[in-house]
C-alpha cells in the first residue's frame, strides 16, 4: 500500500488489559474448543505438547530452556520497563519454579501484563526527512502450516518459521552469520529454542550447547530479547520484538543498549520473528540500520 | 461454567462422531477418493478435497505422539483431578485425538506407547474416549 501510494504512513498497533479485562483469558478458552472436555486449555498445554515431542525427537528440556529464561531476565534486569526490571533469576529459581503444564516451568511461560506498543511504517524515502533515524526493512518471509496442532507433524520443527526464515534471508541477501542480534516471539522458552533452530542457528538437538555459556545475555555473542522479550519484560504479541529491534537500531535503548554499554557488537542488523496459534504461522523480518 | 458446559458441542458434522462415542464406538470417516482416515470431521478430505466419505469404526488402539501434565487447574472442574495427562494419540487407523492417557503412572508415560481406549461415561449424553496403557 505504500509502494502504491494508496497511504503514506501505516500505524501497526497492540494493547491489552490481561490483567483486568480477562480478554487474554477469553481468547485462550476460545482456542481450546471441545478440548476442554479433557481438561486442555489455551496456549500452555498445547506448546507443552509440542515441547515434550521436541524432548522426544531431539536433545532438548529445561537445561536448554534454562537458559533462554536467565539471559533474557538479565537484560530485563537492565530495562527500565521491564515487569521483572527488580527481579533477578539464578538457576535454582528456575527449576523451583512450580510446574504449569509439564515439561513447561512457570519461568518458561511469558508473562501476563496491561500495555501497548506501536510502529509506524513509511517509505524509506520519506522514514529518512522525519525525526527519528530510520530501520530498513531489510527481508521479510512468512510460512503458515495451519493444521489444528492436534493434528500437526510439526511439533518438533521444521515449523512455519524454516521456509519464513529462509525467504527472509534470501530477500536481504544474507545469511546467519551477518545477523548481529535476535528479537524471537518468544511465548515460551521452547519458541525461541525451536525458532532459533529452524533459521539454521544451530543444528538440530544442538540447542543447550549453543545457549549455555551466556551466548544470548549482556556480553554474548549473539544477543538476543535484549529488553527481557515476552518472558521478562512484557507480551506484546510481534510488537515485543520488533519495537525493541528498532530502538536498537537507533541506539535507544539506555543501559541495555547493544555496543560498547553491554560488551556486544554495535547492531547493523537484527533479526525477528513472530508467531501465531500453536507454531502455526511464523514471520521473520530482517532490519537493517537506515 | 460448570463442567457440564465444558463437554464438547456437536455440530452437523461431528455429530456422528460424539453420537457414536455414546455408544462406545470411535467412527472416523475415511475420504472415498483417497482414504484418507480424518480427524477433525469435515465436509472435505483435508488431503485431496474430496466430498464422499464414509464412517468407519476405529479398533481402538493406537500410540502416544506426545503428552504433557497438567499441575495447574485453568478451570475449577479440573482441580481436584490435578495432576492429569492430556495426550495425542494416534490411531492405528491413521487419524490424531487429543485425549486423556489415564492408568498410568507418570514416569511410565512416553511418546510411542501403545494404547487402547477407554470409556468415560461423564454424563447420560456424553461418553468421551481417553486411552489405556496397553501392557
Ligand atoms: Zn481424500
Redo the contacts between chains.
Keep these: 500500500m505504500l509502494e502504491a501510494g494508496i497511504c503514506k504512513y501505516v500505524v501497526i498497533t497492540y494493547g491489552h488489559s490481561a490483567l483486568w479485562g480477562g480478554g487474554m483469558y477469553q481468547m485462550l478458552l476460545q482456542l481450546t474448543g471441545n478440548e476442554a472436555a479433557f481438561g486442555h486449555f489455551g496456549a500452555v498445554g498445547g506448546y507443552a505438547l509440542a515441547a515434550m515431542r521436541g524432548m522426544h525427537e531431539f536433545s532438548t528440556g529445561p537445561e536448554t530452556w534454562k537458559h533462554i529464561a536467565m539471559g533474557q531476565r538479565k537484560w530485563a534486569n537492565l530495562n527500565p520497563a521491564a515487569m521483572m526490571h527488580k527481579k533477578a533469576m539464578s538457576e535454582e529459581d528456575y527449576y523451583n519454579a512450580p510446574m504449569v503444564v509439564e515439561p513447561l516451568r512457570l519461568f518458561d511461560n511469558c508473562l501476563i501484563n496491561d500495555g501497548g506498543r506501536a510502529i509506524i511504517i513509511t517509505t524509506a524515502e520519506r522514514a529518512r526527512d522525519l525525526k527519528q533515524p530510520p530501520v530498513l526493512i531489510a527481508g521479510m518471509g512468512h510460512h503458515n502450516p495451519s493444521n489444528e496442532i492436534g493434528q500437526a507433524k510439526y511439533m518438533a520443527g521444521p515449523t512455519g518459521a524454516k521456509k519464513a526464515g529462509e525467504a527472509a534471508f534470501q530477500m536481504a541477501g544474507i545469511g546467519v552469520g551477518d545477523v548481529d542480534a535476535c528479537q524471537i516471539y518468544d511465548c515460551f522458552t521452547y519458541t525461541v529454542e525451536l525458532t532459533m533452530q529452524d533459521y539454521g542457528f544451530f543444528g538440530r538437538g544442538e540447542g543447550e550447547d549453543w545457549f549455555k555459556g551466556g551466548t544470548i545475555e549482556p556480553g554474548g555473542r549473539m544477543p538476543l530479547n535484549t529488553s527481557g522479550g515476552q518472558l521478562s519484560e512484557a507480551y506484546y504479541m510481534g510488537l515485543t520484538p520488533m519495537s525493541e529491534a528498532v530502538m536498537q537500531l537507533r541506539g535507544q535503548c539506555g543501559d541495555r543498549q547493544l555496543g560498547p554499554k553491554t560488551n556486544t557488537k554495535e547492531p547493523e542488523i537484527i533479526l525477528c520473528s513472530d508467531n501465531g496459534g500453536i507454531l502455526q504461522s511464523n514471520a521473520c523480518y530482517i532490519f537493517r540500520k537506515g | 461454567m460448570s463442567y457440564d458446559q465444558?463437554?464438547?458441542?456437536p455440530d452437523a458434522d461431528?455429530k456422528p462422531f460424539w453420537d457414536a462415542c455414546r455408544n462406545h464406538q470411535l467412527m472416523f470417516q475415511k475420504c472415498a477418493e483417497c482414504g484418507d482416515v480424518r480427524?477433525?470431521p469435515s465436509i472435505l478430505c483435508p488431503q485431496c478435497h474430496c466430498r464422499d466419505a464414509e464412517w468407519i469404526e476405529s479398533v481402538g488402539k493406537g500410540t502416544v505422539?506426545?503428552?504433557?501434565?497438567?499441575?495447574?487447574a485453568?478451570?475449577p472442574?479440573?482441580a481436584a483431578?490435578l495432576?492429569?495427562v492430556?495426550?495425542?494419540v494416534q490411531l492405528d487407523e491413521g487419524?490424531?485425538?487429543?485425549?486423556?492417557i489415564i492408568g498410568c503412572p507418570h514416569e511410565s508415560l512416553?511418546?510411542?506407547m501403545p494404547v487402547q481406549v477407554a470409556w468415560d461415561d461423564?454424563s447420560e449424553e456424553?461418553s468421551?474416549p481417553?486411552f489405556l496403557p496397553i501392557l
Design positions: 465444558l463437554t464438547p458441542t461431528s480427524w477433525p505422539y506426545s503428552y504433557a501434565i497438567y499441575h495447574q485453568f478451570h472442574a479440573f483431578k495432576p492429569y492430556v495426550a495425542i487419524p490424531m485425538i487429543l485425549t486423556n512416553a511418546c510411542e461423564v456424553c468421551l481417553k
